[in-house]
Nanobody, 121 residues
Framework: QVQLVESGGGRAQPGGSLTLSCAASGVSFNDNSMSWARQGPGKGVEWVAGIYSDGSGPHYSDSAQGRFTLSRDVAKSTLTLQMDSLTPEDTALYFC??????????????WGQGTLVTVSS
């Protein structure tokens, strides 16, 4: 059974940083591509970043490119998203997800409950 548990959310000021973590169980990063996604208030789900099971990537959305850094620890089954230069537009519920086998990074199979990020002054 796949279980994904996100942590690290909270409040940050514009220009600040936060680091999100996802602890995964029941899934091997060597066999599963992984992604981060978010859902802002009143918005749909937006793919943020992902990495393929063979380690290729990470790949980022245009909004995340240059500001966010995704990393994974295969041995610990931990996925991390370092977020810098945050703006109020980054306010959202962030969740990690396994990618549908054979699918693109923005098609999810399983996801966690998410961790809330609020960026405001």
């Amino acid at each position: 059974q796949v279980q994904l548990v996100e942590s690290g959310g909270g409040r940050a000021q514009p220009g600040g940083s936060l680091t999100l973590s996802c602890a995964a169980s029941g899934v091997s990063f060597n066999d599963n591509s992984m992604s981060w996604a978010r859902q802002g208030p009143g918005k749909g789900v937006e793919w943020v970043a992902g990495i393929y099971s063979d380690g290729s990537g990470p790949h980022y959305s245009d909004s995340a490119q240059g500001r966010f850094t995704l990393s994974r620890d295969v041995a610990k089954s931990t996925l991390t998203l370092q977020m810098d230069s945050l703006t109020p537009e980054d306010t959202a519920l962030y969740f990690c997800a396994t990618v549908r086998p054979g699918g693109p990074l923005y098609e999810f199979d399983n996801w966690g409950q998410g961790t809330l990020v609020t960026v405001s002054s």
